[in-house]
């Protein structure tokens, strides 16, 4: 079987996937699986052990002026190379139009989707699930259960046991080793902090993780601090330096396989609901989560499976969990990003390195 798995879109997204594409593999292991991504996923899930390839398809980058036309070329080229491949199915998980329209322009002889699915997408599936919706289930247990579901249509035994636990590249997992054994060497708590997410609803204030580095560095003494991001969070990334009175490495604009091994090194990472987080948590680092608006129960990083030590803090307001992109608020003030204290934050962040202490 020629089996193509579509799910496009964010980092945290792909990263989410992982536990159901390991169950799909252990149900199909002779078959061939190729996975449609977009950057920055497709670039860190290259290699992935549990898929026999990853194709690319270069649609964000169709957005900008100064890429376009070699983005487009890209991703007809990922089109073209989707139909070599005769499929015998395609299984789209994530139930959006354009999602839809890769699997449909797979050529592939059924195109598998969830019967709720967004945007008119259902209408271009030859077979309709049933799965829980994203109100229903946390992200990881939707990947699955569509995956569940996927496998009975196309009359194969599903493996059964508890959700398996995500991998990630060979070469990137061997790359995380050798820098976290760097970290070890120095005895010096690192920290990384999240300030950017796709959601402006999900960025912690810079003012905040400045106040937290602040305090945790009265309390650890000698701990390393560097802000993470894309090129989008630079800005945001400065701001936290220029507040935090000690100092604050910045390291935005790395590639997605660096940003991982920097991730990799941590003996702790906070931020919001976003791509480096759920990445984090793959990795198997402490965390602390920071969610005023999103709602810990449909992408909290306890929903992926790990043995690390993990907390959430989740919005205090009465309007919280919104997963708004824009607030709706009548004043559009975002009141839940103040939700959260600096001190609490820090308390808590401290009892996850206690915790991580004890367990390793």
Not at 156 to 173: D, I, N, S
């Amino acid at each position: 079987m020629k089996l193509l798995l579509v799910r496009l879109s964010a980092l945290g997204d792909a990263v989410h996937t992982l536990p159901a594409l390991e169950r799909l593999r252990a149900a199909l292991p002779d078959a061939r699986l190729v996975w449609a991504l977009e950057p920055p996923a497709a670039d860190l899930l290259w290699g992935h052990p549990a898929v026999d390839r990853v194709l690319r398809l270069d649609r964000p980058g169709l957005r900008r002026a100064s890429t376009r036309g070699r983005a487009l070329r890209s991703f007809l080229g990922g089109l073209r190379a989707l139909r070599a491949e005769r499929f015998d199915a395609a299984l789209d998980l994530q139930a959006l139009l354009r999602s839809a329209l890769v699997a449909r322009a797979s050529g592939a002889r059924r195109v598998l989707g969830p019967r709720w699915a967004r945007e008119g997408a259902r209408y271009l599936y030859s077979s309709r699930l049933d799965a829980p919706r994203p109100s229903e289930a946390h992200a990881v247990a939707r990947a699955d259960a569509l995956v569940r579901a996927g496998l009975q249509a196309l009359g194969r035994p599903c493996p059964g046991g508890p959700l398996p636990a995500p991998r990630l590249p060979r070469e990137l997992l061997a790359e995380g080793d050798a820098c976290a054994s760097d970290a070890a060497e120095h005895r010096r708590p690192r920290v990384i902090l999240l300030p950017g997410a796709g959601k402006p609803s999900n960025r912690p204030p810079p003012t905040l993780l400045a106040a937290v580095a602040a305090r945790l560095a009265a309390e650890l003494g000698g701990a390393r601090f560097e802000v993470l991001g894309g090129p989008g969070d630079l800005r945001r990334a400065q701001a936290v330096a220029a507040h935090a009175p000690v100092p604050v490495a910045v390291r935005c604009g790395q590639d997605i396989r660096t940003s991982a091994r920097l991730l990799a090194r941590a003996d702790l990472v906070i931020g919001g609901d976003t791509g480096p987080l759920h990445l984090a948590r793959a990795l198997g680092r402490p965390l602390v989560g920071l969610y005023p608006a999103a709602s810990p129960l449909r992408t909290g990083p306890v929903g992926l499976p790990g043995d690390a030590p993990v907390a959430v803090l989740a919005g205090e307001t009465s309007c919280a969990p919104c997963c708004a992109r824009v607030c709706r608020r009548p004043d559009r003030v975002r009141r839940c990003l103040s939700s959260l204290e600096p001190e609490r934050v820090a308390e808590t962040a401290l009892g996850v390195l206690d915790a991580a202490r004890v367990t390793s």
